[in-house]
């Protein structure tokens, strides 16, 4: 019986030594996995595990706070309520079927919370060699994204800008290039043109002399006058083109001298008024054109070519009277001029009711073959206009106002 007892309380002892020692493991594997757990729950980056059918089975802290949801509210659940882009990552998880990883870049966005961009890094858990769901580690890339779009942003921005300099520039050597090619045809045209018009010009005028001394009984005499007169029109109309092309072929050297600028425009008006009197009324400085108009009553005076000035306003005031003839009564037209100081500038300004500049070539004005009338003026006049103020330390500028057109020149009062 003792020794019965004996062997029995020895195997009990041993039993007792495995369960305890089974127990130590038991134990051991709970504290590694509380351990584990502690440790996913102090990384910062959001972490989640899922099982081959979509559901949560695990996460830690971080992935719960970009949730908003507790523990219990997110495991066993797709959450396919609150992801916007479920169905989307879904389709992407799917190359964990064939593959033991995967990550890519996608937006992570809830209902209730602003959209960001995260990084996915997904590992497939096999078991027996058979998927059996993932795990995820998510990394915010939402400022680095924006950082780099911005970057390539700036860096398309400064490229199309570049692009668009060199093509305004090959665009300005171009028209350079072909304004020097026009200007030297046109000082060919010029000159071969001028000397048979000269002829023609005093033939005309020996003509009209001598049918001036025919006698006052001829009934043909006064036919042949009116004629004349025609063909005087169409020679002093060619040498009108002439001179404003030898105008823009030619770099004439700048004399200026000190001189009223309020006598010029008055002389433009007298050169102009065989035609302004059938066309509109004229008031300068709120008073009247008459032939008569005193050329001093203002004394404007600055540094200018007196004479090129007078070419400047004679463009202008033919300009707006060509527009005001749209206009059926004479009545309703109306060119106003008015010419003051201000500070150590003399200012300028016509300013009619025609209708005012077309916007298409507003921003073209000034440039050469550009012309709002093109069943009659060869779009030289404005840019031979400006010029001539260009060479005198002068500006001008135009815009639309109150129905009509405005030119605006400064001339600096010296």
């Known amino acids: 019986m003792p020794l ?35 440790l996913i729950d102090k990384i910062s980056l959001p972490i989640f595990v899922k099982d081959k059918n979509g ?20 495991i066993n659940t797709k959450n396919e309520d609150e992801e916007l882009l479920y169905e989307l990552h879904c389709e992407l998880d799917q190359e964990l079927l064939t593959t033991d990883t995967t990550n890519y870049i ?4 809830l209902k209730s919370k602003k959209p960001k961009m995260y990084k996915f890094y997904k590992s497939a858990i096999k078991k027996d060699g058979l998927y059996n769901g993932y795990t995820c580690v998510m990394i915010d890339i939402t400022d680095t994204e924006k950082k780099e779009n911005t970057l390539q942003y700036e860096v398309h ?15 300005e050597r171009l028209k350079s290039a072909k304004f020097t090619a026009i200007g030297q045809l046109a000082a060919g045209i010029t000159h071969e043109i001028n000397t048979p018009l000269t002829y023609v010009k005093g033939n005309l005028e020996i003509l009209k002399m001598d049918i001036e001394d025919m006698p006052k009984d001829i009934t043909i005499k006064d ?3 009116d004629t004349l007169e025609d063909m005087e029109s169409g020679v002093l109309r060619i040498i009108t083109i002439i001179n404003s092309m ?25 050169m102009t008024h065989n035609r302004s ?19 001093d009553k203002y004394e404007l005076y600055a540094d200018i070519e007196e004479q090129r000035v007078e070419q400047v306003w004679i463009v202008i005031i033919n300009n707006a009277l060509d527009e005001l003839q749209k206009i059926p ?60 103020l260009d060479s005198q330390n002068a500006t001008i500028r135009a815009y639309n106002e109150n129905n009509g057109a405005v030119f605006e020149i400064i001339i600096p009062a010296g």
């Open 4 to 38: 019965v007892f004996y062997a029995a309380l020895l195997a009990l002892l041993i039993a007792l030594y495995i369960i305890k020692k089974q127990s130590d493991k038991i134990r051991l594997l709970e504290t590694f996995t509380q351990d584990s757990d502690l």
């Open 55 to 74: 559901f949560y089975i695990e996460c830690n802290k971080a992935f719960l706070e970009i949730v908003d949801k507790n523990i219990k509210d997110i």
């Open 106 to 109: 996608e937006i992570f966005a």
């Open 157 to 171: 921005k400064e490229s199309e800008k570049n692009k668009f300099i060199l093509q305004k520039h090959e665009e």
């Open 223 to 225: 036919q042949l006058v």
């Open 246 to 270: 030898r105008e823009m072929a030619e770099q004439n050297k700048i004399e200026l001298k000190r001189a009223n600028v309020y006598s010029t425009i008055i002389t433009s008006l007298i």
């Open 277 to 295: 009197k059938q066309t509109s009324k004229i008031y300068i400085n709120d008073e009247e054109f008459q032939l008569d108009s005193p050329k």
């Open 329 to 388: 009564e004479f009545r309703d037209r109306t060119l106003k001029i008015s010419a003051y100081q201000e500070g150590a500038n003399i200012i300028v300004r016509f300013s009619d009711n025609g209708g005012g500049i077309p916007n298409e070539i507003m921003d073209d004005l000034f440039e050469p073959f550009i012309s709002g009338k093109p069943e009659s003026g060869m779009g030289v006049g404005l840019s031979i206009a400006k010029r001539i």
